[in-house]
Nanobody
Framework: QVQLVESGGGLVQPGGSLRLSCAAS????????MGWYRQDPGKQRELVAA???????NYVDSVKGRFTISRDNAKNTVYLQMNSLKPEDTAVYYC?????????WGQGTQVTVST
């Protein structure tokens, strides 16, 4: 089992920045990849960014150049640095981990970009 705990969401003005954190615990040695998804009410959950154990990264086109995913293996934590935030980035952001044939989700953290 893997447990994921997110933090760092909140309210920010357009053009501002936030950093999300996702701390993993449990069978972390089996984690192959971690990432961040987001979901707005009435919309499908979409992959925002992902990072593998080999540090390969992938981003959805809408956040390229603005968001950066990184990991600190010593702290078992994955980060999502979000810069130049736009109102359309508003969503609940979920941390996700892949371990073998299983995947795990955090509880979600709200990000609201508004004046």
């Amino acid at each position: 089992q893997v447990q994921l705990v997110e933090s760092g969401g909140g309210l920010v003005q357009p053009g501002g920045s936030l950093r999300l954190s996702c701390a993993a615990s449990g069978r972390i040695s089996s984690i192959y990849a971690m990432g961040w998804y987001r979901q707005d009410p009435g919309k499908q959950r979409e992959l925002v960014a992902a990072i593998t154990s080999g540090n390969y990264t992938n981003y959805v086109d809408s956040v390229k150049g603005r968001f950066t995913i990184s990991r600190d293996n010593a702290k078992n934590t994955v980060y999502l640095q979000m810069n130049s935030l736009k109102p359309e980035d508003t969503a609940v952001y979920y941390c996700h981990a892949v371990s073998g044939l299983d995947d795990y989700w955090g509880q979600g953290t709200q990000v609201t970009v508004s004046t």
